[in-house]
C-alpha cells in the first residue's frame, strides 16, 4: 500500500497536480502542498514531493522563495508514544526546536498546547499545525507536509499550515545526549520545523546544517543552526 501511494506521488508530480482545486487567487497561485520525507542516514532516497520553484542557495534553499508565514499560528503536540517518553519531554522537543528558528527569524510559529486528539494529516487542510507519533516505512524517521501557496510571484506566496510525525514504529526516540543509541527527538524536531518555517532539506557538502536531509541515532548537532541555516530563515524572513 505504501509502495502504491509512493508511485501515486511521484506521478502527480511529474504531472504537477499537487495544486488543490478551488482555492488560491490570480496573485498567489494555487493552494499546494509538499511532503518531506527525513530518511536515515544509510538510506539514500531522500526526497520531497509536490514542492514548487525551489530557492536558495549553496547551503540553504527553499521550499519556494518568498514563501513564509504572514500570520502567526499555535501549533499542538500529541505527546502519545510508544517510546514511554513524557508529555513534558515530547512538548518541549518541539518548543526547542522552535525556539532555535525563532532565535534568528523572530515569532514564526506562535505558542504550543498539548492535545491528545491532534495527528499528522496529510490530506486536507484542517486548520491545525500538528506534532504527533505515528507509523511510516523502515528507514522512515519523520515527514513533514507543509501547505501553501508556492508558484506564484514571490511577494504573494505564503504558508498556510504544517504537520509534522515522528515515526515511533521504527525507531526509538529520546535524548541521544545521554543515550548515544536514541534517535534524538530534539534534533529531528529541528529538522523537520525547519520545513516548517520554509526551507528545504539539503544534501551534497552541506552535513554540517539543520537541513541537511539525512540523520541517524546519536546525532544532536541539528538542535543547533549552523551558518548555512542562519542565513536562509534570515534571508527568508
Not at 542516514?41 to 540553504?60: E, Q
Not at 514564526?108 to 492535545?115: A, M
Not at 545521554?178 to 528545504?200: C, F, V
Amino acid at each position: 500500500m505504501r509502495k502504491m501511494l509512493a508511485i501515486a506521488l511521484i506521478s502527480a508530480v511529474l504531472f504537477g497536480i499537487f495544486a488543490i482545486a478551488g482555492s488560491g487567487n490570480n496573485e498567489r497561485g494555487p493552494l499546494e502542498k509538499v511532503t518531506f520525507i527525513h530518511y536515515k542516514k544509510d538510506n539514500s532516497n531522500g526526497n520531497a514531493y509536490g514542492r514548487a520553484k525551489p530557492g536558495g542557495t549553496s547551503c540553504y534553499s527553499f521550499l519556494s522563495s518568498g514563501a513564509k508565514w504572514k500570520t502567526v499560528e499555535d501549533y499542538l503536540v500529541n505527546p502519545s508514544n510508544s517510546d514511554a517518553l513524557s508529555e513534558s519531554f515530547t512538548q518541549a522537543a518541539a518548543d526547542a526546536g522552535v525556539a532555535e528558528w525563532e532565535a534568528y527569524a523572530g515569532n514564526i510559529f506562535g505558542n504550543s498546547s498539548v492535545d491528545y486528539t491532534a495527528s499528522y494529516n496529510n490530506g486536507n487542510l484542517d486548520g491545525k499545525n500538528t506534532v504527533s507519533f505515528g507509523t511510516e516505512d523502515p528507514g522512515v524517521i519523520a515527514v513533514t507536509t507543509v501547505w501553501g501557496y508556492f508558484s506564484g510571484p514571490p511577494k504573494f506566496r505564503e504558508l498556510i499550515e504544517w504537520d509534522l510525525l515522528y515515526n515511533d514504529e521504527y525507531f526509538t526516540f529520546g535524548d541521544a545526549i545521554a543515550n548515544p543509541a536514541l534517535m534524538d527527538l530534539q534534533n529531528i524536531a529541528t529538522h523537520e520545523l525547519g520545513h516548517s518555517a520554509g526551507l528545504a532539506d539539503l544534501y551534497n557538502s552541506c552535513i554540517e546544517e539543520t537541513m541537511y536531509g539525512f540523520s541517524s541515532e546519536g546525532e544532536t548537532k541539528k538542535r543547533t543552526l549552523n551558518s548555512g541555516d542562519i542565513a536562509g530563515v534570515q534571508k527568508l524572513y
